[in-house]
C-alpha cells in the first residue's frame, strides 16, 4: 500500500482526492483544518504550508500540493501584494513542499508529484492576471522539475476550468452565474471535484508512468473548442 501526502486535503478538490485514495492508499493531509472525513488509512497534520515548519514524514511515493487562489480584479485594482500573494501559495508554497518531501519520495515506490495549474494560463481572460500569472510558473516548474528528477520522479500538473467548490463559489453563486458557466463550455458544464481527483490519482498511479512533465487541460473544451 503506497503514501501518499495530499497538501490542503481538507476541502475542495484536495478534499475529493483524500476520498478517491483512501480505499487503497494511505494518505497524509498536511492542512490548516482538519478533514471531516476519518479513516483507518488517514492520518493528518494541522500546517499552514507558508508559515509554518513542514512535518518531518519518514516515507512516501506520492505528493499533491493543492493549496490555490482565485484573485479576480482589474489590472488597475492588483496591487504588487495580490501578486506576490498569490505567487507565494500557489508557487513557493509548491516549491518548499517539494523541497520538503523530495528526499523521501526518491526512496519511494514509482514516486509521482501532481500540482495544479488553471485554464487561464493558455486562455487570456480579463481578470486573472495575477492567478495566471503563478499558475503560469506553475507549468514552468513542473517542465524543469520534471526533466531533472527523471527519471526517478515523475511530475505533472492538471489545469482545470471552474470547478464547483468553495474556492469558486463567487463565480457559481446564483442560478443565472451557474447557466452562463455551463454555456461558456462547449461540453455545456463545468467540474466536478471528483472528477479532477479521478485525474489525479491516475496520474500519481503505476498507469501513468509514461508520462512526465506533463500540463492537463480540463477544460470542458473551453481551451480546445472554438464553436
Sequence with gaps: ???????GGSKGIGNAIVSSLLSSQKVINISRTAPEQSHDNLKHYSCDVINDELPDIEAADGLVYCPGS???KPINRLSLDDFRDDF???V???VKTIQKYLPVLKNGNQPAIVLFSTVASKL???FHASVAASKSAIEGLTK????ELAPTVRINAIAPTVTDTDLASKLLR??????NMTERHPLKKYLKPEE????ATFLLSEKAASLSGQIFEMDCGIVSFKI
Design 196 to 199: 479532477v481527483a479521478d485525474m
Design 174 to 179: 446564483n442560478e443565472r452565474m451557474i447557466e
Design 70 to 72: 482565485i484573485n479576480l
Design 92 to 94: 513557493l508554497g509548491a
Design 1 to 7: 500500500m503506497k503514501t501518499i501526502i495530499v497538501v
Design 144 to 147: 524543469s522539475i520534471g526533466a
Design 124 to 126: 487570456g481572460m480579463p
Design 88 to 90: 507565494e501559495i500557489n
